[in-house]
């Protein structure tokens, strides 16, 4: 009779051990994301995802990739999805169109410009003012990525209107075709594409636009004011994850960044991977915290006013809630 009481005692520890287990999977809250595109500018993201550091926080983080800012909104505000990741001069387009529940930053992850100048020809010693009378592929209008490349030329002396042919009117995904296939003799680029054309010998990048435009809030996570107001406690974990996961990668080599995040970039060399990552690094990109701050706030406006994208300025406080990201730094 011991032996068949030690075995009960067994199967119901048993039982309970997987019920438990049962329990915390089910505890885990589901947090719809979607990122404008997919892009080893946002290794802390992919770090995050695949160190669990969002399940250390109770979260199913799904991950959504939404192809161009216009289209991330329409599924945040539709609630498509609960968080996306994208330029934070999307919240002030909102914002200046009227909303009853205004979208809100609540975590950076990126403080540069992503992209860089990439030159047909392989040039020893490059300078801006070579652009002049050249064809420059640059990127959609309104976007981002062209406002801070428009304020790059202006800052070297260039009107993009009248020292070069600007074509704005290619889609992004089509950009770096149609520079391989002959069009233009400069065209801005992200990573890891422009890695890859310098490897391939398509192209040669001679500059960086993060470097040159200075820090902004280039890419950031944001939701409506609603959802971090009812789900607080979920946006504190998110956010906590974040810190975690923009501490690893500052402090992590390369060649580790990589090996972590290269199942995102299953058709990249892992060599490559590591090659834009230390490009991503030693520019600064990455975010060390969460914090959106006003001067880069200030900063990402006088790039869109110097564009003429900004018919006027929007409150800091209006659209940009640090709760969360000072929270997670302390």
Same mark, same amino acid.
């Given at each position: ?129 070579? $652009? +002049? ?5 640059? &990127? ?7 406002? *801070?490349?428009? =304020? #790059?030329? %202006? ?72 959802? $971090? +107001? ?5 946006? &504190? ?7 975690? *996961?923009?501490? =690893? #990668?500052? %402090? ?73 990201? +000072?929270?997670?730094?302390?």
């Amino acid at each position: 009779m011991r032996w068949l009481k030690k075995g009960l005692l067994v199967s119901v520890i048993a039982l309970l051990f997987l019920s438990l287990t049962a329990c915390n999977k089910t505890e885990l809250e589901k947090v719809k994301v979607g990122e404008v595109t997919r892009s080893i500018f946002y290794a802390p993201q992919y770090v995050a995802l695949e160190k669990g550091y969002f399940k250390d926080e109770g979260l199913s983080v799904e991950l959504q990739t939404i192809a161009g800012g216009d289209k991330t909104m329409t599924a945040l505000l539709s609630d498509g999805i609960d968080i996306a990741l994208v330029g934070s001069e999307t919240s002030i387009y909102v914002t200046l169109q009227g909303s009853n529940d205004p979208i809100q930053n609540f975590a950076q992850l990126t403080q540069t410009d992503g992209t860089f100048l990439v030159a047909r020809k392989k040039m020893d010693n490059f300078s801006w003012d070579q $652009l +002049k009378g050249s064809t420059f592929l640059g &990127q959609r209008k309104g976007g981002m990525p062209q406002m *801070a490349g428009e =304020f #790059v030329l %202006k800052k070297h002396g260039i009107d993009p209107a009248n020292d070069l042919k600007l074509i704005q009117n290619i889609d992004f995904a089509n950009i770096s075709t149609a520079f391989a296939s002959g069009t233009g003799d400069y065209v801005q680029l992200f990573e890891p594409t422009a890695s890859m054309f310098e490897k391939e010998g398509k192209g040669y990048i001679v500059a960086s636009f993060g470097t040159e435009s200075g820090q902004l809030p280039y890419t950031s996570f944001m939701a409506k004011s609603s959802y $971090l +107001k009812d789900k607080a406690k979920t946006v &504190q974990g998110f956010t906590n994850a974040l810190k975690r *996961a923009q501490d =690893f #990668v500052q %402090k992590a080599t390369p060649a580790e960044i990589a090996k972590i995040i290269q199942p995102y970039f299953e058709n990249v060399d892992i060599g490559l991977i590591e090659t834009v990552v230390e490009r991503y690094k030693s520019q600064g990109s990455y975010a060390t915290d969460p914090i959106l701050d006003n001067k880069e706030w200030d900063n990402l406006q006088t790039i869109m006013e110097a564009a003429g994208e900004l018919p006027q300025r929007v409150d800091y406080d209006k659209l940009v809630n640090t709760t969360f990201a +000072k929270k997670a730094v302390e």
